[in-house]
T-cell receptor
Framework: AQSVSQHNHHVILSEAASLELGCNYS??????LFWYVQYPGQHLQLLLK??????LVKGIKGFEAEFIKSKFSFNLRKPSVQWSDTAEYFC???????????FGKGTHLIIQP | GAVVSQHPSRVICKSGTSVKIECRSL??????MFWYRQFPKKSLMLMAT?????????EQGVEKDKFLINHASLTLSTLTVTSAHPEDSSFYIC???????????????FGPGTRLLVL
């Protein structure tokens, strides 16, 4: 069975700091990779996704992620965070559109003004 | 964008009763919907895959007789928690896979979730 690991459960940063959240998955075959964000009191929103092609993926709100196949990783990055980025971030994978998603445990990100 | 709604947003029920949660795709058709459960301070766990017009596929460890899923139309899936017990209290979230012509068919859009509390 596939699994997803997010290394940081809680991250606290100051505004304008750079962000990198780690994500590793265990499945050896072809996967689709996602990052979702859940702002306080809101539902999950898609930040970005990777299906194929350029391993550096640009998402919304200045986020990007890089797929490194050899490392089974899909780390999320943002060069300069804002207070409004405070949220829970989930990495997820599936093997194709017909499959449900396997989620990591999430990273709670707090940005201090 | 693709919008998914859930109803109710929260429900409190007595132990032994059944509760139905609806998941609707509002502006697109979804042949496939998924049901997840989120425990406090933990991640979402896939419970089942709901396909329009056919039986749901349940993940290992999920009781299909307890969590009844019906996907009667391309825009509606329902999850019924039968004979609910306090340990069923959780946050239930659905997602729908968009079938948008020319669009990213493999993206799932999530509903806002339903908070269930069983007393």
């Amino acid at each position: 069975a596939q699994s997803v690991s997010q290394h940081n459960h809680h991250v606290i940063l100051s505004e304008a700091a750079s962000l990198e959240l780690g994500c590793n998955y265990s499945y050896g075959g072809t996967v689709n990779l996602f990052w979702y964000v859940q702002y306080p009191g809101q539902h999950l929103q898609l930040l970005l996704k990777y299906f194929s092609g350029d391993p550096l993926v640009k998402g919304i709100k200045g986020f990007e992620a890089e797929f490194i196949k050899s490392k089974f990783s899909f780390n999320l990055r943002k060069p300069s965070v804002q207070w409004s980025d405070t949220a829970e971030y989930f990495c997820a994978v599936n093997r194709g559109g017909a499959d449900g998603l396997t989620f990591g445990k999430g990273t709670h990100l707090i940005i201090q003004p | 964008g693709a919008v998914v709604s859930q109803h109710p947003s929260r429900v409190i029920c007595k132990s032994g009763t059944s509760v139905k949660i609806e998941c609707r795709s509002l502006d697109f058709q979804a042949t496939t919907m998924f049901w997840y459960r989120q425990f406090p301070k933990k991640s979402l766990m896939l419970m089942a895959t709901s396909n329009e017009g056919s039986k749901a596929t349940y993940e290992q460890g999920v009781e299909k007789d307890k969590f009844l899923i019906n996907h009667a139309s391309l825009t509606l899936s329902t999850l019924t928690v039968t004979s609910a017990h306090p340990e069923d209290s959780s946050f239930y979230i659905c997602s729908a896979r968009a079938q948008i012509l020319g669009g990213p068919q493999e993206t799932q859009y999530f509903g806002p979730g339903t908070r269930l509390l069983v007393l």
